[in-house]
T-cell receptor, first 113, second 115 residues
Framework: GNSVTQMEGPVTLSEEAFLTINCTYTATGYPSLFWYVQYPGEGLQLLLKATKADDKGSNKGFEATYRKETTSFHLEKGSVQVSDSAVYFCALSDRIGGFKTIFGAGTRLFVKA | DSGVTQTPKHLITATGQRVTLRCSPRSGDLSVYWYQQSLDQGLQFLIQYYNGEERAKGNILERFSAQQFPDLHSELNLSSLELGDSALYFC??????????????FGPGTRLTVL
């Protein structure tokens, strides 16, 4: 079945450091891929998405490229801020799975000033 | 603000009791999803309703049930509560299309504490 694996946290960075959170997936079809973010005390919200291979999703300085050959969708940001401290979830949705969204376990990011 | 509302925000109850969590989706969204988030289990998909009908089922216990009403709001019923049911319960909604996967919009969650 479909699955999403993302790097374990927590990830602790200093402000302005480069961020990478790894995400790999397994899917039987051609899924769309998502990154959701959960700020403290809030629900999840969509950060970015990509619907086909080689697409790049981007938002708020975050980027992720849909790599079919490596089944990956790694999240990157060139310079993190304290306000980026949150939990980040990688997710996929596949037509074969009835478009049910499968979430990864989440990666907690702490950014220090 | 996602446009999805959930009530109550917090709920404290005892083992063996029954509770009902309520969710109102964004205007125009036909699908409602329920998730359970606990520290050790991460985000677990429970169930999805689309326009009043059950569409997909995840790791939902038999003690749990849900429904979606004609006005599209949804309720999640949890019965015979156990300590391990303590968690954050999120509702999400989406438009849902047969042609493309959805972006889900999450509510702020209901924090359930079972004592």
């Amino acid at each position: 079945g479909n699955s999403v694996t993302q790097m374990e946290g927590p990830v602790t960075l200093s402000e302005e450091a480069f961020l990478t959170i790894n995400c790999t997936y397994t899917a039987t079809g051609y899924p769309s891929l998502f990154w959701y973010v959960q700020y403290p005390g809030e629900g999840l919200q969509l950060l970015l998405k990509a619907t086909k291979a080689d697409d790049k999703g981007s938002n708020k300085g975050f980027e992720a490229t849909y790599r079919k050959e490596t089944t990956s969708f790694h999240l990157e940001k060139g310079s993190v801020q304290v306000s980026d401290s949150a939990v980040y979830f990688c997710a996929l949705s596949d037509r074969i799975g009835g478009f049910k969204t499968i979430f990864g376990a989440g990666t907690r990011l702490f950014v220090k000033a | 603000d996602s446009g999805v509302t959930q009530t109550p925000k917090h709920l404290i109850t005892a083992t063996g009791q029954r509770v009902t969590l309520r969710c109102s989706p964004r205007s125009g969204d036909l699908s409602v999803y329920w998730y359970q988030q606990s520290l050790d289990q991460g985000l677990q998909f429970l169930i999805q309703y689309y326009n009043g009908e059950e569409r997909a089922k995840g790791n939902i216990l038999e003690r749990f049930s849900a429904q979606q009403f004609p006005d599209l709001h949804s309720e999640l019923n949890l019965s015979s509560l156990e300590l391990g049911d303590s968690a954050l319960y999120f509702c999400a909604s989406s438009v849902t299309s047969e042609l493309a996967p959805d972006t889900q919009y999450f509510g702020p969650g209901t924090r359930l504490t079972v004592l």
